[in-house]
């Protein structure tokens, strides 16, 4: 099972970056993916996730309204698309596999793929 997040640069404040979580080694239609991130001196926290069908996604409170995700089943891809971007927002971004819901805690997520750094200037 591998993960991949990828799309992470600099990038101004206002701006927007989307986000790429590949998948491998696995039934990828058949998982939920979350999204997480880790700012310098912080616990990881999520940011959202996404079902299986794409029917359901959730996030939380920070990024809602600006953040969305999307999948491609065909494709193994998760795009994670944000947009007014926030010098708060600074973190590395993972994602993270579910056989579960989409729930919010770490502890429900089975496997991860390495970061990508999202810097955020104002």
């Known amino acids: 099972v591998q993960l991949q997040a990828s799309g992470g640069g600099p990038v101004q404040t206002g701006g927007s970056l989307r986000l790429s979580c590949t998948a491998s080694?696995?039934?990828?239609?058949?998982?939920?993916i979350g999204w997480f991130r880790q700012a310098p001196g912080k616990e990881r926290e999520w940011v959202g996730c996404i079902s299986t069908n794409e029917d359901r996604t959730a996030y939380e409170d920070f990024v809602k309204g600006r953040f969305t995700a999307s999948r491609d089943n065909v494709k193994n891809t998760v795009h994670l698309q944000m947009t007014s971007l926030d010098p708060e927002d600074t973190a590395v971004y993972y994602c993270?596999?579910?056989?579960?819901?989409?729930?919010?805690?770490?502890?429900?997520?089975?496997?991860w793929g390495q970061g990508t750094l999202v810097t955020v200037s104002s």
């Open positions: 080694g696995f039934t990828f239609q058949y998982y939920v």
């Open positions: 993270a596999m579910s056989t579960r819901a989409c729930y919010s805690g770490t502890s429900y997520y089975d496997y």
